[in-house]
């Protein structure tokens, strides 16, 4: 937005997104704790990525860019669920979230490499190959 001159748009959608935060959050948060906190946060985000796109639709190929990163959001669900999973099983601790964040870290990357992969997308195999040989010089 900011590039194209739509510095207001840009300002009043971060602004509605910080409001709708903190109102969920105020009406959350007693009674959900801390899912209430991500409740609001990840709302007051979509906000502000909605009404972005909806003011860039002349500027950006949307349909496009949903479906270029739609096997990304894929692979992040699998990782997500698969950590909730860790979650359930190990149950609450600081051990549970160590697992929780080293498996997901695994998970989604791997994902990411399998899905480059099969589809043949070597760009970024190899700025990561470069960047992985850079480290030995």
């Known amino acids: 937005l900011i590039p194209h001159k739509k510095d207001f748009v840009f ?9 709708l935060n903190v109102v969920i959050n105020m009406l959350c948060i007693p009674h959900l704790q ?3 906190a991500v409740i609001g946060t990840i709302a007051a985000e979509v906000s ?11 500027d950006l190929p949307i349909k496009q860019i949903i479906v270029k990163s739609s096997p990304y ?5 699998g990782m997500c669920i698969s950590c909730r999973f860790i979650g359930a099983f190990l149950g609450k ?7 929780q964040v080293i498996s997901g870290i695994f998970l989604y990357c791997t994902g990411i490499l399998i899905y ?4 043949k997308n070597t760009e970024y195999l190899e700025i990561i190959k470069g ?7």
Do not use: D, H, N, P
């Open 116 to 119: 480059w992969k099969i589809s």
């Open 73 to 77: 959001i894929v692979i992040g669900a």
């Open 11 to 19: 300002l009043i959608s971060v602004c509605i997104g910080a409001v």
């Open 131 to 137: 960047r992985l040989l850079s480290f030995r010089k």
């Open 93 to 99: 601790g600081i051990y549970t979230l160590i697992t």
């Open 48 to 58: 502000v990525c909605v009404i972005q796109i909806f003011f860039s639709k002349e």
């Open 34 to 36: 801390a899912m209430g």
